[in-house]
């Protein structure tokens, strides 16, 4: 069982750039798919992006297409968003969530009922 820690949320400006991590423990993050999701203020909780157990394949909402990039560090445990050209729409608390591989391969999932653990979010608020 792994367990999930995000980090690094905050307030910026919009247009600035800000990276948000996801300490995980408990288990080889190896085995893993891995996934970013968010929860604006009052709307359900939304898919932002995804990636495979070793980084190959990854796929984004078409909402930050472009501007944010998800990379993990299986060593080190570990799943990062980085998120340009940020903008108002995108405050938001962030979750990061993981999903166990009976079989490694190119998977990854935008369904959070494909996900079996997630962390408390970190929030991050855009100021215009």
């Known amino acids: 069982q792994v367990q999930l820690v995000e980090s690094g949320g905050g307030l910026v400006q919009a247009g600035k750039s800000l990276k948000i991590s996801c300490a995980a423990s408990g288990g080889d993050f190896s085995n893993y798919a891995a996934g970013w999701f968010r929860q604006p203020p009052g709307k359900e909780r939304q898919f932002v992006a995804a990636i495979s157990w070793d980084g190959g394949s990854n796929y984004y909402a078409d909402t930050v297409k472009g501007r944010f990039r998800i990379s993990r560090d299986n060593v080190g445990g570990t799943l990062y968003l980085q998120m340009n050209n940020l903008n108002p729409e995108d405050t938001a608390v962030y979750y990061c969530?993981?999903?166990?591989?009976?079989?490694?391969?190119?998977?990854?999932?935008?369904?959070?009922?494909?996900?079996?653990?997630w962390g408390q979010g970190t929030q991050v608020t855009v100021s215009s």
């Open positions: 969530a993981a999903a166990y591989l009976n079989h490694r391969g190119s998977y990854y999932y935008t369904n959070p009922f494909d996900y079996d653990y």
